[in-house]
C-alpha cells in the first residue's frame, strides 16, 4: 500500500535561510505527487504538483520540489524563507485508479524566525 | 468568487445529535471529497464522489452519510454523533478523478461535547 512519511513534524529556519521540507513516499507505481500548505485555520492550497512531466516542478511564492524517483522522494524547497511562510505543509501522492484520493503524510510545521 | 465553499465554519454540538455539512464547488468539478483532519492535523480521505455517484467509502462508519443532489454539491450527514467525531472536515473537489489536484474548501470545525 503507498504511504508518504514526511521528516521532521517541525523546522525552525531564520528568515532569509534556506528552507527544506522533505518527502518521501512508497508506491509500487508511478506517483502523483503534491505539496499543499495550510495556513491556520484555513483550507489547503496547492503549492506545486508532479504528474510525470519534469522532475523539478516550480510552484507559488517561490517554493520548488524535485521528484527523485531512485530516492522516492519530492522535498519541497525555497532558497529564502519569508516570514509569510510559516504554516503546516503537507505532501500526498495519488494513484491512477484509486478514487482519485489523496493519501497525506503527516505533516510538517514550518516557523520562520525574524 | 469562492471555488469550494463549506458550511457552516463552526459546528458545536451535543453528543447523540444529527448534523449536516454542506459543500458546494462552483468550478464545474466532476468529482468531489470529504476529507477529516484530526486534532493532529492529520488527514485522512472518507468519501469520494464522481458525476454523483460514490467512488469511495473509506471504511468511514455508516453514521456519516453524504449525499450529493447534484455535481457541484456532496453534503455530509452525520447521526448520533460522538466526541470521537470532533474534527476539522474538508471539502474537495477535482476535475478528473485521478491525477488532478485537488481544490479544498475552508473546512469545518465540528466539536462535540
Known amino acids: 500500500a503507498q504511504s508518504v512519511t514526511q521528516l521532521g513534524s517541525h523546522v525552525s529556519v531564520s528568515e532569509g535561510a534556506l528552507v527544506l521540507l522533505r518527502c518521501n513516499y512508497s508506491s509500487s507505481v508511478p506517483p502523483y505527487l503534491f505539496w499543499y500548505v495550510q495556513y491556520p485555520n484555513q483550507g489547503l492550497q496547492l503549492l506545486l504538483k508532479?504528474?510525470?512531466?519534469?522532475?523539478l516542478v516550480k510552484g507559488i511564492n517561490g517554493f520548488e520540489a524535485e521528484f527523485k524517483k531512485s530516492e522516492t522522494s519530492f522535498h519541497l524547497t525555497k532558497p529564502s524563507a519569508h516570514m509569510s511562510d510559516a504554516a503546516e505543509y503537507f505532501c500526498?501522492?495519488?494513484?491512477?485508479?484509486?478514487?482519485?484520493?489523496?493519501?497525506f503524510g503527516q505533516g510538517t510545521e514550518l516557523s520562520v524566525k525574524p | 468568487d469562492t471555488a469550494v465553499s463549506q458550511t457552516p465554519k463552526y459546528l458545536v454540538t451535543q453528543m447523540g445529535n444529527d448534523k449536516s455539512i454542506k459543500c458546494e464547488q462552483n468550478?464545474?468539478?466532476?468529482?468531489m471529497y470529504w476529507y477529516k483532519q484530526d486534532s493532529k492535523k492529520f488527514l485522512k480521505i472518507m468519501f469520494s464522489y464522481n458525476n454523483k455517484e460514490l467512488i469511495i467509502n473509506e471504511t468511514v462508519p455508516n453514521r456519516f452519510s453524504p449525499k450529493s443532489p447534484d455535481k457541484a454539491h456532496l453534503n455530509l450527514h452525520i447521526n448520533s454523533l460522538e466526541l470521537g467525531d470532533s474534527a476539522v472536515y474538508f471539502c474537495?473537489?477535482?476535475?478528473?478523478?485521478?491525477?488532478?489536484?485537488?481544490?479544498f474548501g475552508p473546512g469545518t470545525r465540528l466539536t462535540v461535547t
Open positions: 508532479y504528474t510525470s512531466a519534469a522532475t
Open positions: 474537495a473537489s477535482s476535475l478528473q478523478l485521478s491525477g488532478g489536484e485537488q481544490y
Open positions: 468550478l464545474g468539478h466532476d468529482t
Open positions: 500526498a501522492v495519488s494513484l491512477l485508479n484509486q478514487g482519485g484520493k489523496l493519501i
